[in-house]
């Protein structure tokens, strides 16, 4: 039987870039529409949180499910499976009539995105190799990181010329285009002989419903004070239940989601725990930014969502300039730059005031937070999956984005009480007791990334890389023993 001719690596890496950029497009695109969307669906002020915590909680949850699946049961297709149910949740969503809609498709989608996720980064991780595999990596996190901040562009279009409704159709027709390039070209595989491990399900539920009541409690504060029997009962129940996660992971579990000895690798732990960080920092940044340029300086949605291009540009930039020096210089040293361009960038931001210029005041600091996001991106990527074997690459990529995830929702959830709560006690002008609230903000995601670059230093590093031949390269990376395993289909 003649073989298939060989799929060129433009193609496969499009693919996955492109599902990619839609995950993470969707964290942000909803930020400058939530007043459409609060105004027409009638949600409360605390409500509308849920716009986008819906999808991230869901999405730190079940990434881990995600990312075991695919090495089980194979890339391509659940790569299908997950842009499927992407696609159809954004449909529903487009069409909600209510808050309960909206926010039961935002939790669907989010599912739906921690099944595709993983499955992106362990289709570039298992297609290429050696300084091609740092090469596409640095694509890769271009683009999901410029999803970021296109969000808040294209979310400022399509709201102001269109709808808000438009922010998830948006998603249908990429997501159609996207199932029939990977059914056409993307090739199957999946691991070899013997009986497929099951999926931790429970594992997946427990961490996603501890994490979630974690949130509805930070986020209840603004209601209900810490003390109140509400706070502490959804505390208790979330400690009950990231406690069972645990239990199920250690003891019960006949396949743990997560095999707590991938934490013996300390490259894995300690790129988790400056990911974890960075998701702190940088999730709330196109949160506040975009109600700042419309709460305070007055900006409508369209001029909002360009006003986010030059941080697009420099997300790019950082994350190009990443792919090319890590082969060099290995990963610490950008994580370490990437960092400490980020405190600079977050506590230039705390100064802003009621009246600054965006050009003056906002946009430098701005595009230094978006250059330090695009430079962290690759060293982490390359930081998480070091040493893994090639049939846990779907497992480590899955913790990596569960820890970004994990941490966005949770800062946001945090950060967006704290300011809260300094809005509320600062006297003045409403422009000025928000900004006030937004620069507390800031100013904590400041020293949080501070915190990320200290815990840098316990990043291992790693032997640099250097142009070889493709053999070579795959050798060292293990791909051989590695490709062993697994069979094509």
């Not at 991780?125 to 890769?140: D, E, I, K």
């Not at 594992?203 to 419903?209: E, H, I, M, P, S």
């Not at 709560?421 to 003045?428: E, I, L, N, V």
Request: aromatic fraction near 10%.
């Amino acid at each position: 039987m003649p073989q298939k001719p060989r799929v060129p690596d433009w193609i496969v890496l499009a693919i996955a870039c492109v599902a990619q950029f839609m995950v993470v497009l969707d964290v942000s695109i909803v930020n400058v529409a939530l007043p459409s969307i609060g105004r027409d669906l009638h949600y409360s002020a605390t409500g509308l949180q849920w716009v986008v915590n819906a999808y991230v909680l869901t999405f730190a949850g079940f990434l881990l499910l995600g990312g075991r699946a695919a090495d089980i049961f194979g890339r391509r297709r659940v790569y299908l499976l997950g842009l499927a149910v992407f696609t159809l949740a954004s449909l529903a969503g487009g069409l909600a009539q209510n808050s309960g809609w909206l926010t039961a498709a935002r939790t669907v989608q989010g599912v739906g995105g921690a099944i595709l996720s993983p499955a992106t980064l362990t289709i570039i991780v298992t297609t290429f190799s050696g300084p091609r595999l740092a090469r596409a990596l640095g694509v890769w996190s271009a683009v999901a990181g410029a999803g970021g901040a296109a969000g808040s562009l294209l979310g400022g279009v399509l709201t102001a010329e269109i709808s808000w409704r438009w922010v998830l159709f948006v998603n249908i027709p990429i997501g159609a285009a996207g199932m029939v390039a990977a059914a056409a070209y993307l090739t199957e595989s999946r691991r070899a002989g013997g009986d497929r491990p099951r999926l931790d399900v429970a594992g997946a539920f427990a961490v996603t419903g501890g994490l979630g009541a974690l949130i509805y409690a930070i986020v209840g504060t603004n209601t209900h004070s810490w003390g109140s029997t509400q706070t502490i009962a959804f505390l208790l129940v979330a400690a009950a239940l990231l406690g069972a996660f645990v239990l199920i992971e250690a003891r019960l579990a006949k396949a743990p989601l997560v095999p707590f000895r991938l934490f013996a690798n300390r490259s894995v732990t300690s790129a988790n725990l400056v990911m974890f960080l960075v998701g702190v920092a940088f999730f709330s940044f196109w949160y506040f930014l975009s109600l700042y340029l419309q709460n305070v300086l007055g900006y409508s949605a369209l001029r909002a969502g360009f006003a986010f291009f030059p941080l697009a540009v420099f997300i790019i930039v950082g994350a190009q300039a990443s792919s090319r020096l890590i082969v060099r210089v290995g990963a610490r040293p950008l994580l370490q730059a990437g960092t400490l361009v980020a405190v600079a960038g977050f506590a230039w931001l705390s100064a802003l005031g009621p009246h600054s210029s965006y050009w003056v005041h906002v946009v430098g600091p701005a595009c230094l937070v978006a250059l330090a996001l695009g430079l962290l991106f690759t060293p982490l990527a390359s930081a998480a999956t070091h040493g893994v074997h090639y049939s846990e690459a779907g497992l480590a990529s899955g913790v990596l984005n569960t820890s970004r995830q994990m941490g966005g929702s949770l800062g946001l959830a945090v950060l967006a009480t704290i300011a809260t709560s300094a809005t509320h006690s600062s006297a003045g002008s409403p422009a000025t007791a928000l900004t006030h609230g937004y620069s507390r903000a800031f100013i904590i995601a400041s020293v949080i990334a501070a915190a990320a670059f200290v815990f840098s230093f316990a990043v291992p590093s790693a032997p640099r890389a250097h142009p070889e031949t493709e053999d070579t390269a795959e050798a060292h990376a293990g791909g051989g023993d590695a490709l062993a395993r697994f069979d094509p289909v």
